[in-house]
């Protein structure tokens, strides 16, 4: 099994790295983009024998525990 | 040689580099036996009397600061030691580890305006709850900052509790003690530069006190916290 975790923050955090970036491509004559975001994607690939109920439940825990920290991040969660 | 008073752990995460300053600091007095325990233990190896998770860039700041000290061993001591009500404090990268590991609400982001900041800064003691601000007697404390992620953000209501609760205990202040956007160095919201868990005995902060302790530093501010978790 192979899972997709993805991760954006949340809309109204700030992310002073996209604004930097957004202001220094505008600043070099790149135009119309309204707003720029950046999201994560991670992929757990499982070894054989771990079921998929067993192995989309682990994803699910270390997507929540560890990838993602909930006070500003959301996340999905995909089976590739 | 009798044994000293009191035990203080010093954690030391891969990539923590403050241990030894915290070390000496802390271990100032004579009635106190100050030792660095690994990550890799899940015990203290007997009783503390206080615990400190020292700055520094554990596991390289890999994924957040931080969040990797969630899959350490001693994690599951350190959350085992805040239930029982011993005193710990995170100091810069331990505050962004004790927030990540969820001992404390909040998160620290990259700083508001994404530089890294090295500089002094004014701190208003707004909670004595902490084991470690109960004896400060200043309101206002001079201690040093050096991050790049230490831009506190909570939720709105995350913010209304903490004020609730009293659990904001240190906010940055300038020179006169006046707590003001202009005197915010990164951004974080309510100003807020460290707080404590809801029953007061676990406090993260992002200014470093053991910076400020010393003989041979610019200042001692630093000391009205160690010696108030000491007494």
């Known amino acids: 099994m192979k899972y997709s975790v993805q ?22 004559g790149v135009k119309g983009i309204r707003q720029l975001t950046h999201t994560q994607q991670f ?35 995909d089976v590739l | 040689m009798s044994d000293p008073a009191l035990r203080i752990a010093i954690i030391d ?45 554990s596991y390289g700041d890999y994924i957040r600061p931080g969040a990797m000290a969630r899959t350490a061993p001693i994690t599951r001591a350190l959350y085992a030691a805040a239930d029982a009500g011993t005193p710990i404090i995170g100091i810069c990268n331990g505050f962004q580890i004790l927030c990540e590991i969820r001992l404390l609400p909040g998160v620290l982001l990259k700083n ?20 470690f601000l109960a004896g400060v007697k200043p309101d206002v404390l001079r201690v040093p900052i050096a991050h790049k992620y230490g831009q506190y953000y ?3 209501e995350t913010l209304a509790e903490l004020q609730a609760n009293d659990q904001i205990a240190l906010c940055y202040c300038d020179d ?15 100003h807020i530069a460290g ?37």
């Open chain 1, 7 to 28: 991760v954006k923050i949340k809309d109204g955090v700030l992310d002073p790295e996209m604004e930097t970036l957004q202001r220094l491509l505008r600043r070099s």
């Open chain 2, 13 to 57: 995460f891969h990539g923590t580099l403050c241990e030894r300053d915290c070390a000496a600091a802390f271990g100032q007095a004579a009635h106190v036996e100050t030792m660095l325990v690994s990550s890799e233990k899940d015990s203290f190896s007997g009783p503390v009397h206080a615990i400190v998770v020292p700055g520094g860039f």
């Open chain 2, 112 to 131: 508001r305006d994404g530089r890294f900041i090295c500089r002094e800064t004014g701190l208003r003691v707004q909670s004595r709850r902490s084991p």
């Open chain 2, 176 to 190: 006169e003690g006046q707590i003001s956007d202009a005197a915010n160095p990164n951004g974080s919201v309510g």
């Open chain 1, 43 to 77: 992929v757990l690939e499982f070894d054989d024998q771990v079921d998929a109920t067993e192995a989309e439940r682990v994803a699910r825990t270390v997507a929540g525990d560890v990838l993602a920290n909930p006070e500003i991040h959301d996340w999905t969660l």
């Open chain 2, 154 to 156: 909570c939720s709105a």
């Open chain 2, 195 to 231: 707080v404590t868990n809801k029953a007061g005995n676990v406090l993260g902060m992002m200014p470093h006190p053991e910076r400020r302790a010393m003989p041979w530093h610019a200042g001692k501010d630093g000391n009205w916290m160690i010696e108030s978790v000491c007494a």
